[in-house]
C-alpha cells in the first residue's frame, strides 16, 4: 500500500518561501552568527531521494526526486537568512543516465517544470537577486531543458545578492577534461605556452571558474564517499556527513554542520587554499576562454 506523502503539508507553490521564521530558526541563526564565522560557499551532495521514495513507500522514485527540490527550495531560503552567499549543489551526475529511463524522464520532466516556475516569478527573482549557474555536459540535456537553463542563467546573471550553482548532469573528472579541452584549444591559437600550463589556468577555465572554493561540503544520506564531485575545488574544504535523506534534511541539520565548520575554523585555515598563484593570463587568453564558454552556451539552444 502506498502510504501518505509525509511532506504533503508543506508543498511550497513557489521557490521562494517567505513565510515567518520560527524562533527556533532565528535563534540558532543568532547563535551562530555570533558563535564564529559563516561559510561563504556551502556545497552539499543532496543523496538520499530514491531511498526516501522507498523507505516511505511514494508511488514513483520520481515523487523522491520532487521532496527533494522541495528541500533545495527551502535550503536556498535558509542559507540567504543565514548569510551564505554561495550556495552549490550536486543535482544529477553524468552516471545517472545509466538509471531507468522512467526515473531519468522523470527527473528531466521535473527539472523543466522548476525552472519554468521560477522563470514565472521574475518579479520575486528580481527581489532575491539570485545569480543561478549551471556545471557540467549540458549538451546532454534534452533540447527543452536546455533551453530553460539558459533563459535562467541569462536572466539572472547580473544579479549579486548571492548565487546558486546548479550541477547537472555534472562529474568532477568531466569538468577537469572539459577545461583541459579548452587549453588546448587555446595552445593551439598560440594562447598558451608551456610554461603556462598549470593547475591555476586549468581552474580558470573550469565550471566554477567564477567561484571561489566551497568553505563547507555536506554530503546526506550517511555516505561517505566524494561520488566525483569538485574534487579540484574541495581539496581543503571542510567536510561534513550526515546520516539523514535530503528530503528530510533540516534547518538544524544545516546549523549542526555550520557550527562543526566553525568549531575547525582554526585548522582549516591553516591549511593551504590553492597553489601558488600561477603567470598572470594574458586579456587575449582571458578574452578567449570567456569566448569560448559564451559560444558553448550560445550553442545549447541550437544543437
Known sequence: MVSEDPLSEYEPKSWWDDQKTSWSHRALSKFLKINGPIPAHVAVVM????RFARENRLESIVR???????????VLCWCSDLGIRELTVYAFSIENFKRSSEEVEGLMRLAEEQ?????????????????FRFWGRLELLRPQLRKLIVEVERLTAG?????????????????????AEVMRLAAQEGLVDDQQVSLSLLRECMDSRRSK?????????????????????????????????????????????I????????SIKALPRSEAPGEELSEELKTFISNYHRQRYENLVTI
Open 47 to 50: 543523496d538520499g531521494n530514491r
Open 64 to 74: 523522491g526526486h520532487e521532496r527533494g527540490f522541495v528541500q533545495l527550495q527551502k
Open 115 to 131: 525552472f519554468k516556475k521560477l522563470l514565472q516569478e521574475k518579479e520575486k527573482l528580481e527581489e532575491k537577486q539570485v545569480c
Open 159 to 179: 544579479y549579486t545578492k548571492s548565487c546558486l550553482n546548479i550541477c547537472m548532469p555534472y562529474t568532477a573528472k568531466d569538468e577537469a577534461v572539459r577545461a
Open 213 to 257: 572554493d566551497p568553505d563547507l561540503i555536506i554530503r546526506t544520506s550517511g555516505e561517505y564517499r566524494w561520488s566525483d564531485f569538485m574534487l579540484i575545488q574541495g581539496s581543503y574544504t571542510h567536510v561534513y556527513f550526515v546520516d539523514v535523506l535530503w528530503p528530510e534534511f533540516e534547518h538544524r541539520h544545516l546549523c549542526q554542520a
Open 259 to 266: 557550527f562543526d565548520y566553525q568549531r575547525h575554523y582554526k
